[in-house]
């Protein structure tokens, strides 16, 4: 073979592997982009096309489409323990699509792919709920009191426990954080936003967590209500002063659950919806009725000796049965704040 020929076999051999490494290039570009995508638990500057800060920056939402398919999102809040997100909740937590970052008793951090069962919870893992682990990549890393979580995942996953996260139109999303490294502990703090997230403009929300105080002073309601009815119990150990002790408990335990009742009132008027439907403020309003007329009885029998004898039992059942019932209130809410 001559010398030209031996050139252009060779011209020919390298343009062909120069054209072949090309179209390699442009089949594997979409799944490289994919897979190049940085999800290492650090925000870098414009890494993410979209951001949304909320609760004045305690929570903050990260997120940028790799491909027509594949979102990818980040967390970052500053709270040193559980960190969750939810999408497109139907009634407060209801339905929502959760994800959820905090730190082992290994000391190892964890990300859950759960779904919420109720309003309040409880939100399993997808998986023990037959659903399917759906997080193609994720870290969560914590540093100096801010923890950051970045993940991603399919915009739909064809999991029946995960929502479709749109690349157009808004997006109801809630957020909730706390300094407790547990799965199921109760957040410290919350809100709502609504999102479109073709745009990155949002509407949002943070409510005061007041369900503490509220469970406090109907707490306390039930201590001195109970305190007041054995007073009565006991009312020869006392003597003359049983009255007197009976009457303060009791104003001061109807007092407390008045207190309890306005936050609760408060706090029913965050919600989209009432919630007295739920057994515990069912529960509660009726206690509340009986407390305040066992209390109207008790100053009718200190003042109206001609109505002692007719009113003495009466109020000692609507007592009785007021003190059971703040009972029964505490459990209930306790109940719903905490389900099984």
């Not at 993940?151 to 997006?171: A, C, Q, V, W, Y």
């Not at 007197?244 to 109807?254: A, D, E, F, M, S």
Request: charged share 20%; with cysteine; proline share 3%.
């Amino acid at each position: 073979m001559s010398r030209e020929g031996r050139i252009g076999g060779a011209t020919l051999r390298t343009a062909t592997i120069i054209l072949t490494v090309a179209v390699l290039m442009l089949l594997l570009a979409p799944s490289c982009a994919a897979e190049g995508s940085s999800v290492d638990g650090d925000i870098h500057d414009d890494e993410y096309e979209f951001r949304v800060s909320l609760g004045d920056g305690h929570f903050t939402l990260y997120w940028k489409f790799l491909d027509n398919d594949t979102i990818q999102m980040a967390i970052q809040a500053k709270a040193s323990g559980m960190v969750a997100v939810g999408f497109d909740p139907t009634v407060r937590m209801k339905d929502a699509d959760m994800v959820i970052a905090f730190r082992q008793a290994t000391g190892e951090f964890d990300l859950h792919d759960a779904w919420s069962l109720g309003e309040t919870g409880p939100h399993p893992d997808d998986v023990d709920e037959g659903g399917s682990f759906d997080l193609l990549k994720y870290t969560v890393k914590e540093s100096g009191g801010v923890t950051t979580a970045e993940f991603t995942r399919l915009l739909s996953t064809g999991d029946d426990l995960d929502n479709d996260i749109p690349r157009e139109g808004k997006m109801t999303l809630i957020w909730a954080t706390s300094d407790t490294d547990e799965f199921a502990t109760y957040h410290t703090r919350r809100g709502t936003a609504i999102i479109n997230m073709g745009t990155g403009e949002f509407e949002s929300t943070e409510y005061p967590v007041l369900w503490p105080y509220h469970a406090i002073s109907m707490s306390l309601a039930m201590i001195f209500l109970a305190a007041a009815f054995f007073c009565v119990v006991y009312k020869r150990r006392l003597k003359k002063k049983y009255l007197n002790y009976h009457h303060w408990l009791g104003t001061i335990g109807v007092a407390f659950a008045t207190i309890g009742l306005i936050i609760g009132v408060y706090m029913v008027a965050q919600l989209e919806s009432g919630h007295i439907r739920v057994a515990h403020s069912t529960i509660a309003s009726i206690d509340l009725a009986l407390a305040f007329t066992a209390l109207a009885m008790g100053i009718v029998f200190q003042r109206r000796r001609d109505m002692k004898r007719k009113i003495r039992k009466p109020h000692m059942y609507v007592g009785a049965l007021a003190m059971l019932m703040m009972a029964a209130t505490v459990i209930a809410g306790v109940m719903y704040v905490f389900p099984a």
